[in-house]
Nanobody
C-alpha cells in the first residue's frame, strides 16, 4: 500500500525558508514522477513543482515559485523535498506531495489528475 507522509511545515516570517519532506513507502518510487501541490483557503489546489523519475532530469515549477523553490528527491531513501526560500504571505497553504500512478514518462505533470497517490498535507503559514 502506497503511503506518503509530508513534514516540515510551520510558521515562518516573510523572507524566511522552510524545507518540506515527503517520505514515501509501498513501492519502488525511483520509477515514478513526483510532485508538490498546495491549496490555500478558499482556493483550488494548484501545482507547485514536479520532479521526474530517476532516469529523467525533468523538473518544472509554477511561475509563482520559480527561482525561490527547489524540488529534489533522494531515491535511496524514497524521499522528496521542497526547499522554499524567500517565502511570501501568498505562499501560505497546505502543501501536498503526490506520486504518479504510471512509471517513467517524459513530461512534466502539472495537473492533479496526473497523480494517483497523495499525502495528507502539511500547513505552511507565512506571516507578513
Amino acid at each position: 500500500q502506497v503511503q506518503l507522509v509530508e513534514s516540515g511545515g510551520g510558521l515562518v516570517q516573510a523572507g524566511g525558508s522552510l524545507r518540506l519532506s515527503c517520505a514515501a513507502s509501498g513501492r519502488t518510487f525511483s520509477r515514478y514522477g513526483m510532485g508538490w501541490f498546495r491549496q490555500a483557503p478558499g482556493k483550488e489546489r494548484e501545482f507547485v513543482a514536479f520532479v521526474g523519475w530517476i532516469g529523467s532530469s525533468t523538473t518544472s515549477y509554477a511561475d509563482a515559485v520559480k527561482g525561490r523553490f527547489t524540488i529534489s528527491r533522494d531515491n535511496a531513501n524514497d524521499t522528496m523535498y521542497l526547499q522554499m526560500n524567500s517565502l511570501k504571505p501568498d505562499d501560505t497553504a497546505v502543501y501536498y506531495c503526490a506520486v504518479r500512478g504510471e512509471p517513467y514518462g517524459g513530461g512534466s505533470y502539472r495537473w492533479s489528475r496526473d497523480y494517483a497517490y497523495w499525502g495528507q498535507g502539511t500547513q505552511v503559514t507565512v506571516s507578513s
